[in-house]
DNA sequence: TCGTTGGTTCGACGACTCTCGAACCAAAGC
DNA sequence: GCTTTGGTTCGAGAGTCGTCGAACCAACGA
């Protein structure tokens, strides 16, 4: 399996982790990983193609903003929450009440 | 002058912020509200075209962070911090702290 | 009235994004 | 070996975004 680039943790960029978090599938899938912490990727219930998932969860990734490891013929997704906080305290927390606020009832 | 179409409080939208903060240039205007308080759309030390900027502060407003009032011939445009932090709490801060914490020295 | 100043709007261009089906691949199990 | 499972990658289509020059407009001052 290819090596899933991810950035340094001191390489994530403002720009880039607001980019990533702009569209509304990628906040859905932040949330699940935030609350149910390390998900396989087929277990986020997107009605969306499996291509379509694999790429939201790309730019999740390059965007520094979660970690994929294999295992076996799965791929496990986790957030960064470490590096986040350390290279934006209370950047994370602020998005997920916000998007909390914003949809309680989640999925 | 046109009436400024901007969204109200409750209106404005999580993805809507987000997608409004993932280029730079809204960044860099952003930090320049949240210091200098109330500006002229031209004291903005931005090295782009005049259709740019005023693209630019177009999208800060219609996603909600941002007031338009006309004086004169000018423009002036403030933070609504009020409103975000009501409807987003500490989503602002953050991110400006986020921008500080990564361009120290600002323009 | 006329020119200047400060901003907006209008195409237009290149680049990027989201979406998907189809093809592909690697690991696990039989 | 072969099949299934879980994901990735490729290519393409439609759409959006950032950028700019040019044109436009409204208010002010002389």
Redesign the interface.
């Known amino acids: 399996m290819k090596p899933m680039t991810e950035p340094a943790a001191d390489a994530i960029?403002?720009?880039g982790?607001?980019?990533a978090?702009?569209?509304?599938v990628r906040?859905q899938i932040l949330r699940a990983l935030a609350t149910s912490g390390e998900c396989a990727c087929g277990a986020f219930e997107l009605e969306i193609a499996k291509a379509t998932r694999s790429h939201h969860l790309r730019v999740l990734r390059e965007a520094g903003l979660t970690h994929t490891r294999a295992d076996g013929t799965r791929r496990l997704v986790s957030l960064r929450r470490d590096d986040l906080d350390a290279?934006?305290?209370?950047?994370l927390?602020?998005?997920l009440?916000?998007?909390e606020?914003?949809t309680p009832v989640s999925v």
């Open positions: 960029t403002l720009p982790v607001m980019a978090l702009s569209d509304p906040v290279r934006f305290p209370g950047l927390d602020a998005v009440a916000a998007a606020r914003e």
